[in-house]
């Protein structure tokens, strides 16, 4: 026996649900939905029950009474049977007549023909368990006696009164006048369903808008603009979620501003002591000791440069000093001083740039310059393995093309590279792959964070990846657009 497989093993009813709900995104449909859902499953219950219930009823009740309503159609009709009368009876009472003598047809107040031969007659009926409750119909007297048996159809049901040799069959569920009467008004049935689900939607749409607005908001919240105020157009329970957003946006806000103050303060207080530290160092007699000293103040100061500008940049209140500068010769340029900084620590520098390509663009020179001065610095520290030896010099290859809208340059290392999940990092504050901290393998974990807040500030992006010739090492990507 062939097992199913799991595309076609059958799926469980939480399943089918879930899946139905998760189709429409809209809470609105989503409500009207379950109304619809709700309304079918209460009619299709309440139908049941009506269904089962006027069954027992006519089982129990109205079949003694059709009996009697039968008899005296029976003797209205007439032995043998009127056909004028037949036809004022059907003109008048909600049945059909058909007259037969024997197999002959003799007349149908019926446009649509009659065949008796596709019912099964019979004085109980399709129940023999109700020929009791029957039989004490028709004032008293039974069915048998008077020539009446009863069959039922799918719709309707079907008396038949035995006049020998005339046989009469009245089928009920007919109301007057229904062989000429045109029932236009069924076709606005499925209209008016249309135009209340329509209002339904509509009405469930205006009642949930403020989600709308909150889900807005709060995208503008999350890009960094917590200063946005989500509108408040209702006092009910979304109102109030609103207010309680904004309210939330607003604390946030005040809280990072009281830490950006805060570290700009400290920043600001420390420099005038370390510079005061630097000069002192400096005056004293030269030793390993004082080396050692004036590199952790000059660690400690591009600390702090690095913390004062990262917290500028991150500002609502951020200014770009733009103008037009030519990307090629600013990142030469830096290059260049990388270079002669880093002599004996560079093995080889390669530039690569189309001599036709247009690199001017409008950005912040100052800020591009500590950009890629600390990429720059970054390959050096990391494009090595960290002696002194010829082998651990570093080999920088710095490419610039351009995009279809901007431009981009590769700072590519040949060395030991970071692994992907340290990749993800890399531009997290204080974040270095050294797990053991050494100030000899690089900085204290800002530069990279600092050149992300620049090339986001300029519009543009800060990437990391593999080398792409299959070398070992990392390869930065700044993008930037031209203007």
Excluded at 195 to 219: C, H, N, Q
Excluded at 254 to 274: F, G, N, Q, T
Excluded at 373 to 393: C, F, M, Y
Aim: proline content about 5%; overall charge neutral.
């Amino acid at each position: 026996m062939a097992q199913a497989t799991p595309s076609q093993a059958p799926r469980r009813p939480k399943q089918y649900l879930k899946t139905m709900l998760s189709l429409p995104k809209s809470l609105s449909v989503r409500l009207l939905l379950v109304f619809v859902v709700s309304a079918m499953i209460f009619l299709l219950v309440l139908s049941t029950l009506f269904s089962y219930g006027l069954s027992t009823e006519w089982r129990q009740q109205i079949r003694p009474h059709l009996a009697q309503y039968v008899y005296y159609v029976k003797q209205d009709l007439g032995s043998p049977p009127s056909i004028e009368k037949a036809d004022e009876l059907a003109n008048t009472l909600p049945v059909d007549i058909h007259i037969y003598e024997g197999q002959r047809f003799v007349h149908s107040t019926a446009e649509t023909g009659f065949e008796p031969d596709n019912y099964t007659f019979s004085p109980r009926g399709r129940r023999g368990k109700q020929a009791e409750s029957v039989a004490k119909g028709a004032q008293r007297a039974s069915l048998a006696s008077q020539n009446i048996e009863f069959a039922q159809s799918r719709h309707h049901s079907i008396v038949r009164i035995g006049m020998n040799p005339y046989a009469v069959y009245v089928e009920f569920d007919r109301k007057p006048g229904s062989r000429k009467q045109s029932r236009p008004l069924i076709w606005l049935l499925p209209l008016a369903l249309i135009g209340l689900l329509t209002g339904l939607y509509f009405l469930l749409r205006k009642l949930l808008s403020p989600i709308g607005d909150i889900k807005e908001g709060v995208a503008i919240m999350t890009s960094g603009n917590l200063a946005h105020q989500i509108p408040v157009k209702r006092d009910d329970d979304l109102g109030q979620l609103a207010h309680s957003v904004n309210a939330l946006s607003t604390r946030i806000q005040e809280l990072l501003d009281a830490k950006r103050e805060l570290l700009l303060s400290v920043s600001h207080e420390l420099r005038s002591p370390i510079t005061r530290a630097h000069l002192a160092t400096e005056m004293m007699p030269e030793s390993k000791a004082q080396k050692h000293v004036l590199d952790d103040l000059r660690l400690l100061n591009s600390l702090i440069e690095s913390i004062m500008e990262s917290e500028r940049l991150q500002s609502e209140h951020t200014v770009l000093n733009k103008s037009d500068l030519n990307l090629e010769q600013l990142v030469r340029s830096c290059a260049d001083n990388i270079k002669n900084e880093f002599t004996q620590h560079i093995g080889s520098l390669t530039f690569r740039c189309d001599s036709t390509l247009n690199t001017t663009m409008l950005g912040d020179e100052v800020r591009l310059r500590l950009l890629f001065r600390n990429l720059l610095n970054n390959a050096v520290q990391h494009g090595r393995s960290g002696d002194d030896s010829t082998e651990s010099k570093a080999h920088i290859t710095i490419e610039i093309a351009e995009t279809d809208d901007g431009l981009y340059c590769h700072i590519s290392d040949q060395g030991p590279g970071v692994s992907e999940a340290d990749r993800a990092q890399l531009t997290e504050a204080f974040f270095r792959p050294d797990r053991s901290r050494n100030h000899g393998t690089g900085g204290v974990g800002l530069g990279l964070s600092l050149a992300l807040a620049i090339a986001n500030a300029h519009n543009g992006a800060l990437t990391f990846s593999p080398r792409a010739d299959g070398l070992s090492g990392l390869t930065a990507t700044v993008t930037l657009p031209r203007n």
